[in-house]
């Protein structure tokens, strides 16, 4: 049985991130990027494919554990027969190579503790060549090399092709075990291996702490909105600005089932949610890296506009299957890259341009192209509005006319004019419009499903979707309309022990819309925009308790996954998930800002969350 994926908890150096479980055992890790191939992979098979394990000879479920306040540094404690010990896990924040360090500390009488690191290159599957060195070992496969730096020595297992270091740990006494990424053509010692695990243990902990200092919120649920902002973070490629969707791949959303997707790249979906929430709690030098990330991952044709992208900015992300990893808990295939990168999704447009216009207001200094880019877009728009399309959630079927991918359409045609409003460029401002209008004209007369009082998910279908729900924060309606009321109304429908499913399921063995069988549980992003749609129509005592409720299936460390399976009380998908913690963030100034019992219209889109609203383009 592979372990609960809410017993993983991150930690990350800012350009690639490890998952430790509560036995002590790192089960995935990708070096040196969030997208390089895995080099520990038992999260997605077994411990053939890779792990590292630092805890009690005796084993078993550390019975405490928590993140030190305000930072990423993990602290894990065991109490066992003969005494206590403290495990802490951490990474650096990068400045040259990465790396992890695991430091043991003797609490109480002495434990007898075993590390064994059992590395498995090129995503779980190439066994390295191990050697021994001063004060360790290093393995090399290929371009990769991981050196392993120990107090004491370090042995190679025969056969398990694993390192092995047994150390008894008395009270007060502390050891540290760093390990060290490099190229393999690189013969020296690794810098990092030469500074002191106490110096590095300091420095990461005051850079979390600083920058942890910079949050404006100030509301009731400040804990769990610092650790989704220390999580969003940690997700953070660095050296570009990127914020990956999951630091992890194909955990599935449903146990034995197929929709395994690589989440380790950035999503355009995900621009303006990120956006408003790094603004909106004070991360300004963040919400300017993402822009600039942005601006250049979509330069170019806007014909060619991707739904996803790495984290550098690259286009290419060819999808491929490992079969010699068994999939968690058996889900398989197990997936590498992400074909949505061919898909044509017309909401992107509107993210796009709704992310620009939300850094204009904002003040972040764009480049001067990107008007040019804004034309560009809009131009590709106007020809291409009314085509079918894969839509929010990347159906693998076929293309549909999707109501939320029109209400992007109105989106970005909105933002367009507001934008050429306050730059004094209003060239294209007729045609603009007037496919404003039309959008939005069909949208309300084709997307509208009278008998359920309420919007549909695609023209025609009684099928309904939760990001109808998106609509008076991006503004197409306003709060009081009783269009959104029916809507929030008719949206109970697609709960499921409290929580949200993203569009109806059709049961064992029937394919969904989205082009896959079997289904999947309800999804944390959805239930959180649902709490957000009952506070703004004045339900809010109802969406603080919607609110809470998500917020009570964060793991022990304060971490969401994608999704969430009431029936078992299992968090699943890939974790920790970007897009969840966003929305936590997000509901929590919501809720925070509103009063009780009054609807707040949004006209602007996302206005709400500055406490500015913009007059009608």
């Known amino acids: 049985m592979s372990t609960p994926i809410e017993d993983y908890a991150l930690i990350s150096d800012l350009e690639t991130a490890a998952m430790v479980g509560r036995d002590g055992s790192v089960d995935w890790l990708c070096l040196p990027r969030f997208d390089s191939p895995a080099c520990l992979a038992a999260l997605l098979g077994t411990e053939d494919n890779g792990f590292w394990r630092v805890a009690p000879v005796a084993r078993g479920p550390c019975p405490q554990r928590a993140y030190r306040p305000d930072t990423l540094v993990l602290d894990t404690r065991w109490e066992t027969a003969t005494g206590a010990v403290r495990v802490t896990d951490f990474m650096p924040?990068?400045?040259?190579?990465?790396?992890?360090?695991?430091?043991?500390?003797?609490?109480?009488?002495?434990?007898?503790?075993?590390?064994?690191?059992?590395?498995?290159f090129h995503q779980g599957r190439v066994?390295?060549?191990?050697?021994?060195?001063?004060?360790?070992?290093?393995?090399?496969?290929?371009?990769d090399a991981v050196w392993l730096d120990a107090d004491g020595p370090v042995r190679a297992v025969d056969g398990a092709d694993s390192m092995v270091y047994d150390f008894t740990v008395p009270a007060g006494r502390r050891l540290a075990l760093t390990l060290v990424w490099s190229p393999s053509h690189l013969p020296e010692t690794p810098a990092p291996l030469c500074v002191p695990a106490e110096t590095l243990l300091k420095e990461t902990g005051d850079?979390?702490?600083?920058?942890a200092v910079q949050c404006r919120y100030a509301g009731p649920w400040r804990d769990a909105v610092m650790r989704s902002l220390i999580t969003l973070k940690a997700l953070t490629y660095a050296p570009t600005g990127g914020i990956v969707a999951a630091p992890t791949t194909s955990l599935p959303g449903r146990i034995g089932g197929e929709r395994n997707w690589d989440h380790r790249y950035c999503w355009l979906r995900d621009s303006t949610l990120t956006l408003s929430c790094l603004l909106h709690s004070g991360y300004r030098d963040e919400a300017a890296a993402?822009?600039?990330w942005l601006v250049r991952a979509i330069a170019g044709d806007p014909a060619d506009l991707q739904t996803v992208y790495g984290v550098g900015g690259q286009r290419l992300l060819p999808e491929t299957e490992a079969p010699w990893l068994p999939g968690y808990e058996g889900s398989r295939p197990v997936r590498f890259g992400n074909s949505a990168t061919n898909q044509f999704q017309l909401d992107v447009y509107g993210e796009v341009l709704d992310a620009l216009w939300l850094s204009l207001r904002a003040g972040i200094p764009m480049p001067p192209h990107v008007w040019s880019l804004v034309e560009a877009m809009m131009g590709n728009l106007l020809r291409r509005w009314r085509e079918p399309d894969q839509g929010l959630w990347q159906v693998r079927g076929p293309g549909q006319q999707f109501v939320h991918s029109k209400v992007m359409a109105w989106v970005a045609a909105d933002r367009a004019l507001r934008m050429g409003q306050l730059l004094g460029r209003n060239g294209s401002s007729a045609e603009w419009r007037a496919m404003r209008d039309e959008v939005h004209r069909e949208v309300c007369r084709e997307g509208w499903d009278p008998r359920q009082g309420s919007f549909v998910q695609s023209y025609g279908s009684s099928a309904l979707d939760a990001s109808a729900l998106l609509m008076p924060r991006l503004g197409f309606l306003p709060a009081g309309d009783e269009r959104v009321r029916?809507?929030?109304?008719?949206?109970r429908g697609l709960r499921h022990g409290g929580f949200v499913r993203r569009y109806a399921q059709g049961g064992p063995g029937v394919q969904d819309v989205d082009g896959m069988p079997g289904g999947e549980s309800t999804f944390v992003a959805c239930s959180l925009w649902y709490a957000d749609a009952l506070a703004v129509t004045g339900h809010v005592e109802q969406a603080r308790e919607a609110f809470e409720r998500v917020l009570a299936i964060r793991n022990d460390v304060g971490l969401l996954s994608e999704q969430w399976d009431p029936d078992t009380n299992r968090q699943l998908g890939n974790a920790p998930q970007a897009f969840s913690h966003i929305a936590l963030v997000e509901t929590a100034f919501a809720l925070s800002e509103l009063p009780a019992g009054h609807p707040v219209d949004s006209p602007a889109g996302h206005s709400f969350a500055f406490g500015r609203r913009a007059e009608p383009a």
């Open 93 to 120: 924040p990068r400045a040259q190579l990465p790396c992890i360090v695991r430091v043991v500390e003797g609490l109480s009488g002495t434990v007898s503790i075993r590390s064994e690191l059992r590395l498995r």
């Open 486 to 491: 029916g809507t929030v109304r008719a949206l």
């Open 127 to 143: 066994v390295p060549w191990i050697r021994a060195v001063d004060h360790g070992a290093v393995a090399v496969a290929g371009p």
């Open 207 to 211: 850079f979390w702490r600083r920058w």
């Open 290 to 292: 993402w822009l600039g």
